[in-house]
């Protein structure tokens, strides 16, 4: 039913999320449970759910930890997706 939430759980990491309604993913799950990626459906917000991000976000708050708000709204709207400024702000 449209507007019901649903869960996502990744065995290989022991992750679960829950997706929000309009929330979708586009391909099937890797055979080695890398996990998965799920956008809303005018493409503005993905939740991401895998080591490799997990791994990201991490390098991303320490490497956070003595910048600005400014410094990330540019950084925001110089990339084209989350995953993109993830990598961006991790170097």
Do not use: C
Not at 30 to 41: E, I, M, R, V, Y
Not at 43 to 67: C, F, N, P, W, Y
Request: charged share 25%; hydrophobic share 40%.
């Amino acid at each position: 039913m449209a507007g019901e939430w649903s869960s996502y759980a990744n065995a290989r990491f022991g992750a679960t999320i829950d997706i929000p309604p309009g929330f979708v993913n586009d391909v099937q799950e890797p055979a080695n449970g890398d996990g998965l990626t799920f956008h809303s459906a005018d493409g503005k917000a993905e939740l991401l759910v895998s080591q490799q991000e997990l791994a990201i976000t991490d390098a991303l708050r320490r490497a956070m930890a003595d910048r600005d708000v400014d410094m990330l709204v540019d950084g925001l709207r110089k990339t084209q997706s989350n995953a993109e400024f993830l990598l961006q702000m991790s170097r």
